[in-house]
């Protein structure tokens, strides 16, 4: 008899048969619900761009860090100049009483005071093109055309000793404001050496250099173990030492075998040419061997907080005297060779001024403003020793220049002290210069002045 489903009679295929139908079932619903489904990569975020060098480079240059708002202090403190520059000329200032109908002439004369005021500033303290050309033409020497430059490194010398003297004291968590009395008493020892001591020429300029630094080591140690041992400030320490060391320098003076015996007025016996810096590029330009004693003493500072165990005392001390103390460092011993080692610097500086051809005698001012102004030139290089190399050559373009502003602009020698001044206030007021210009925050800025622990 004849199986009329041929395939029903095999129990083995049916099973199968089945098993594949469930399969493809599935396989069929599989695919349904991925027709159905929404294509994710469709809607994936395209990856953003990657920006340009040069747009990083726009976007970190007008960001609030060190290097902009140096620059824009800079620029403000410029501006400020310029608007007191118009206020004081009563010539220019005179056209604005009818700017409304003519306002050319104000606009004009105010441009030509101001153009002429900075160009002289360059001119006296970088290049004057006058001086290139005549040079060129055979109307004068190449010492006209380095003058600038010599009278801008006279300057900046002594005011990088006491700008570092500073600095250091503040990164040991000390206000060293004794720069001025410790380059006081530097160039007094300095002088005395000079022109006391009968030495042959090369060992008298070294005990003569020697003496200075001597001095003002001295003149730190005594603030430095008053703070160590006593707990005594340092500021109002200091600030009685610079009394005390000036008039000290005015006694001296008109004493027997220090004044000058053909002179009646307060002035010293000068100094020997033997124990004198010598000049860098002859006699006719100023510039002398302070300035690389300068940069020497610059690198020997950064040396010794970066990479000297006595400069990881320091720091220590300076960020955290107790968390030193506890780790086993003497902050006591640490104190007193701050002081002494800022003394060194600041004695050095003086020691400049009547070694160098700054001076070559003991007056009552040859010390200048120099201590005073080491405060500004170490704020301005934020505490750090190359940047207050920087500092000190820019404000010793400024005396400079200021010099020929005043000669041939007739604008006051004291609104380059106004200028200087203007840019250390916008420099340790990094937040006003970044809400004037709206700079951006910067990733990795230290804008805040690095104050002394103890002030």
Do not use: C
Request: zero cysteines.
């Amino acid at each position: 008899m004849t199986n009329p489903n041929p395939q029903s009679g095999s129990p083995d295929k049916e099973p199968a048969s089945e098993a594949q139908a469930a399969q493809n079932a599935l396989g069929n619903t599989e695919r349904a619900e991925v027709a159905t489904e929404p294509d994710r990569s469709a809607t994936k975020p395209a990856p953003e761009p990657k920006p340009s060098l040069g747009r990083l480079f726009l976007d970190n240059l007008w960001a609030a860090n060190t290097f902009t708002v140096t620059l824009l202090s800079l620029v403000l403190a410029i501006v400020v100049g310029a608007v007191l520059m118009i206020i004081s000329d009563p010539d220019v200032l005179a056209t604005y009483s009818y700017i409304t109908s003519r306002p050319s002439d104000a606009i004009n004369s105010s441009w030509t005071l101001v153009s002429e005021a900075y160009a002289n500033l360059f001119k006296g303290s970088i290049f004057d093109p006058e001086a290139f050309s005549g040079w060129l033409d055979g109307a004068n020497g190449w010492q006209a055309v380095l003058a600038p430059i010599s009278e801008t490194l006279t300057y900046a010398a002594p005011l990088v000793f006491t700008g570092l003297s500073v600095a250091l004291a503040f990164r040991g968590g000390l206000f060293n404001i004794g720069a001025q009395g410790q380059a006081t008493i530097g160039v007094i020892m300095a002088a005395l050496a000079g022109f006391l001591l009968p030495l042959p020429p090369g060992l008298h300029l070294l005990v003569a250099v020697l003496a200075g630094a001597l001095g003002g080591a001295i003149w730190g140690f005594i603030p430095g173990i008053l703070k160590a041992r006593a707990g005594a400030h340092e500021v109002i320490n200091t600030i009685m030492l610079n009394y005390v060391a000036t008039y000290f320098l005015t006694w001296l003076i008109v004493q027997n075998g220090v004044q000058d015996p053909n002179r009646t007025d307060a002035i010293s016996r000068a100094v020997d040419p033997s124990a004198q810096l010598p000049r860098l590029l002859g006699d006719n330009l100023r510039v002398h061997a302070g300035i690389l004693l300068a940069v020497l003493a610059t690198w020997a500072v950064a040396w010794l907080l970066n990479r000297s165990t006595l400069g990881f005392e320091l720091r220590a001390v300076g960020a955290n005297p107790d968390a030193a103390r506890t780790a086993g460092i003497s902050v006591t011993r640490t104190y007193i060779l701050i002081m002494v080692f800022a003394g060194i610097l600041a004695g050095l500086g003086g020691s400049n001024m009547v070694l160098g051809s700054t001076a070559s005698a003991l007056t009552p001012l040859v010390v200048a403003q120099i201590g005073f102004d080491g405060i500004l030139v170490a704020l301005l290089g934020r505490v750090k020793p190359w940047g207050v190399l920087l500092a000190a050559l820019l404000f010793g373009a400024l005396q400079a220049g200021g010099n020929r502003m005043q000669s041939y602009s007739g604008i006051s020698l004291e609104l380059v002290t106004v200028l200087q001044a203007l840019i250390v206030i916008f420099i340790a007021a990094p937040a006003l210069v970044k809400a004037i210009f709206q700079l951006r925050a910067a990733r990795a800025a230290r804008l805040q002045t690095s104050l002394a622990k103890g002030w």
